[in-house]
């Protein structure tokens, strides 16, 4: 890799400016929950879905692949895999951003886009290895040390979302989204813990 025995950088060691993009990154969805605070009440179930799944089309339309869009998303593979599987209409969603991103030639891998430079910012912060941050972006190792000794910019933006490995905030997290423990059974068939269900409509609230 391209630093693999560079230490942990101090926050006071990376320009402000790259500090706080890394940190913007790593704390995106506080910006929903500030907005769902100031309309009262705990998050809607059906808006946090669809908050994800419209980041996860936003990825998948410039290139990235599901593991990159996931993680541009902020949510786990297999809950993907299963919004994949479960709902026609995601899906259909799904291909056009992917011929959305080949019709306008973008393919991670090919060349290196924002997108991607996002992407591994944000693996780095939740703790992911320079080798496997660059790879699940998308970026050539070779290619990106090339890109990584050539610009100031960009090594101060790695070196911001490594140093919040070791900085990174405790929040909560539904329970389909935690890894599981060996031996422990898996979680309930559904994408996520619910927190507020969505008002009925139509037929449903007559009943």
């Not at 926050?11 to 990154?25: S, V």
């Not at 290619?143 to 050539?150: D, I, K």
Request: proline share 10%; net charge positive; aromatic share 4%.
């Amino acid at each position: 890799m391209y630093e693999p025995n560079e230490p942990e950088p101090r926050p006071a060691d990376t320009p402000p400016d790259a500090r706080r993009a890394a940190e913007w990154l790593r704390d995106g969805g506080a910006v929903e929950r500030i907005l769902q605070d100031a309309l009262g009440g705990p998050p809607d179930e059906r808006d946090v879905t669809l908050a994800r799944m419209g980041g996860v089309l936003q990825a998948t339309a410039q290139g990235l692949g599901p593991a990159a869009a996931a993680v541009w998303a902020g949510v786990p593979p297999h809950v993907l895999e299963e919004w994949t599987d479960r709902d026609p209409a995601f899906a259909t969603a799904l291909c056009a951003a992917r011929a959305l991103a080949a019709a306008h030639g973008v393919r991670a891998g090919e060349q290196h886009t924002p997108a991607m430079l996002r992407v591994l910012l944000v693996a780095l912060g939740n703790g992911s290895t320079d080798s496997e941050a660059v790879r699940l972006a998308g970026f050539r190792p070779q290619r990106f040390r090339a890109l990584h000794r050539a610009s100031a910019a960009l090594q101060a933006l790695v070196a911001a979302a490594r140093a919040l490995r070791t900085s990174r905030r405790v929040g909560y997290v539904p329970s389909a989204y935690r890894p599981r423990r060996p031996g422990r059974k898996p979680p309930a068939d559904r994408s996520f813990r619910l927190v507020r269900r969505a008002a009925p409509t139509g037929d449903d609230a007559s009943e």
